[in-house]
């Protein structure tokens, strides 16, 4: 199971680092992937990184957020800098085992406001 923590309210500008930490035993992970879903609108990818560190960024993002895993310690980690409005949902962590089992993490909602 993922988990997703670190949310919060944040002014505009500010940052926020979310974590995602998996329970119930051990698995090979392959591709981990934060998406969000902000009220009234679909969930959308928003960073990506391989089992190799290879990451990939939804436009909207980049230069801003900065993905990253440690296999040994939480999955995977999102670092959220110059927040927007914009950026306000809730987000979610993704896993993708070696053997093709997905698996979603429970949200953290992320508030962007003055």
């Known amino acids: 199971q993922l988990q997703a923590s670190g949310g919060g309210l944040v002014q505009p500008g500010g940052s926020l680092r979310l974590s995602c930490s998996a329970s119930?035993?051990?698995?090979?992970?392959?591709?981990m992937a934060w998406y969000r879903q902000a009220p009234g609108k679909q969930r959308e990818l928003v960073a990506i990184?391989?089992?190799?560190?290879?990451?990939t960024y939804a436009e909207s993002v980049k230069g801003r957020f900065t993905i990253s895993r440690d296999n040994a310690k939480n999955p995977v980690d999102l670092q959220m800098n110059s927040l927007k409005p914009e950026d306000t949902a809730v987000y979610y962590c993704?896993?993708?085992?070696?053997?093709?089992?997905?698996?979603w993490g429970k949200g953290t909602l992320v508030t962007v406001s003055s």
């Open positions: 993704y896993a993708i085992t070696t053997k093709g089992t997905t698996y």
């Open positions: 990184i391989s089992d190799r560190g290879s990451t």
């Open positions: 119930g035993g051990s698995v090979m992970i392959n591709v």
